[in-house]
């Protein structure tokens, strides 16, 4: 089992920056790939970016690729999303997620499938307006 918690959400305005945080614990093996995902109002769940806990390799939507960053802590078992030059489009709830990815490879065609995610963070609201 693995366990999610998501935290660092908040209100910010356009162009400024924003780090949420992915509390993980439970079976490592299970969290071998780590990703952000979000939903908009009126959307549906997108892939954001995601990571390989064994090695940092990492991918992202070409929507925030250059503006966010996706890292880890792996003494402290955290996982980071730090988002700069946020847009009022970024507004969303931002889950954290993790998977094993069994039997599949992770890839640039993979990783935002969030069917391979296991287990998920119950998410951590961001707003941008002004």
């Known amino acids: 089992q693995v366990q999610l918690v998501e935290s660092g959400g908040g209100s910010v305005q356009p162009g400024r920056s924003l780090r949420v945080s992915c509390a993980a614990s439970?079976?490592?093996?299970?969290?071998?790939?780590m990703a952000w995902f979000r939903q908009g109002p009126g959307k549906e769940r997108e892939g954001v970016a995601s990571i390989y806990t064994g090695g940092g390799n990492t991918y992202y939507a070409d929507s925030v690729k250059g503006r966010f960053t996706i890292s880890q802590d792996s003494a402290k078992n955290l996982v980071y999303l730090q988002m700069n030059n946020l847009k009022p489009e970024d507004t969303a709830m931002y889950y954290c997620a993790a998977g094993s990815f069994a039997g599949s490879a992770w890839s640039s065609g993979t990783w935002y499938n969030e069917r391979k995610y296991n287990y998920w963070g119950q998410g951590t609201q961001v707003t941008v307006s002004s």
């Open positions: 439970g079976d490592t093996y299970s969290r071998k790939f």
